[in-house]
């Protein structure tokens, strides 16, 4: 199922892979998880079918990452960096591919064609991760004005994948079950998603009571919160480009998941899909200003 848990804190964890990985679905850990985190998970071992390790472009990275794939077999390889564009990531890939030619190499994250086209042909990738500015926690529009609509980098980003024999993720701007139909309408292969697979049972953190009503904390990983969180402060020469929100408490995760399929399930017989990866040719999208009829409220 092509569906994946965003490697952020709050999602992309060993709670969240334990209940997406039993409806086939992918988790892309969180780069914070070490050796030791992976090995002294004894319990329930891994499937490398559904889990992605992620990694960061320097040295050090690689370093960990050739540990972590190692002990844990995988088979999904995510070079995740906030702003694919730097010539760095390309020549990591390489190295990446050079080192484990039988990987499933994942790189991001982009927002347009010729850099889809540049990961794929130099960077030796199979999978480029799309989305600049579309997350729920994320800020990068209103503090850079950089960014692409959402679905317009997913249709023009998957048309150029697609030329070139790769393929996308749609990573970010998930917000109900109808928004994953249009992605994969509109040419993704899979899609990411964080803060939807967030607030729930199996998320870290305590649930707060506020008013009567009940949260849990979600926040972006280039956040302050992230940022102090991991790195004990916030260079002074940056802004934070992520916020912390309360997501409310949704109860076990299962349960989204459930409405998440269903709903993607239906949107395959309104448009005669048989498969996901049918779904752009079943699909026409028509320019609306409004979904939902909200007369009685949202
Ligand atoms: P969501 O599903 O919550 O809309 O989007 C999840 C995606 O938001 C992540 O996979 C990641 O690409 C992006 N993201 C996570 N944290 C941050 C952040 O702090 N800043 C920005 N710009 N993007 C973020």
Redesign the pocket.
């Known amino acids: 199922v092509p569906i994946i848990a ?3 804190d709050t ?1 992309g964890t060993f709670e969240v892979y334990d209940v997406l990985s039993k409806f086939k679905m992918i988790t ?1 850990f969180n780069k914070f998880y070490s050796l030791r985190d992976f090995e002294e998970r004894d319990t329930n071992p891994l499937d490398p079918n559904y889990f992605m390790i992620s990694t960061g472009i320097n040295e050090q990275n690689f370093c960990n990452l050739c540990d972590i794939v190692e002990a844990t077999k995988a088979k999904w390889i995510c070079v ?1 960096v ?1 702003n694919g564009y730097m010539h760095n990531v390309v020549t990591f890939c390489d190295k990446v591919r050079a080192t484990f030619p039988d990987c499933i190499i994942v790189a ?2 982009v927002a347009t064609r010729e850099m889809v086209e540049e990961l794929i042909l130099n960077g030796k990738v199979d999978i480029v ?1 799309c ?11 209103r503090k850079t004005g950089v960014g692409v609509p959402q679905l317009s980098a997913i249709i023009e980003c998957a048309d150029g994948a697609h030329g070139c024999g790769g393929m996308i993720i749609g ?5 109900c079950p109808g928004d994953l139909a249009k992605a994969f309408g509109g040419g993704a292969d899979f899609v ?7 607030g729930h049972d199996e998320n870290p953190g305590e649930i707060q009571e506020i008013d009567g009503k009940k949260f849990k904390l ?6 302050e919160h ?1 940022m102090n969180k991991h790195y004990g402060k916030m260079a002074n020469y940056r802004s ?4 912390l929100v309360k997501v409310p408490y949704k109860g076990p995760l299962e349960v989204t998941v459930r409405d998440y399929l269903g709903g993607l399930r239906s949107a395959c017989a309104y448009i005669n899909a048989h498969k996901i990866k049918h779904m752009p040719k079943c699909t026409t999208f028509l320019l609306v200003n409004q979904q939902l009829n909200t007369h009685f409220g949202k």
């Open positions: 965003a490697n952020m999602t892309c995740d906030a991001g994250n991760k989305g600049i500015g579309p997350g729920s926690a994320c800020l990068t529009r990573d970010g701007g998930i917000t990411m998603i964080g803060g939807q697979f967030a979600f926040y972006g990983m280039s956040s992230a934070s480009e992520g916020r």
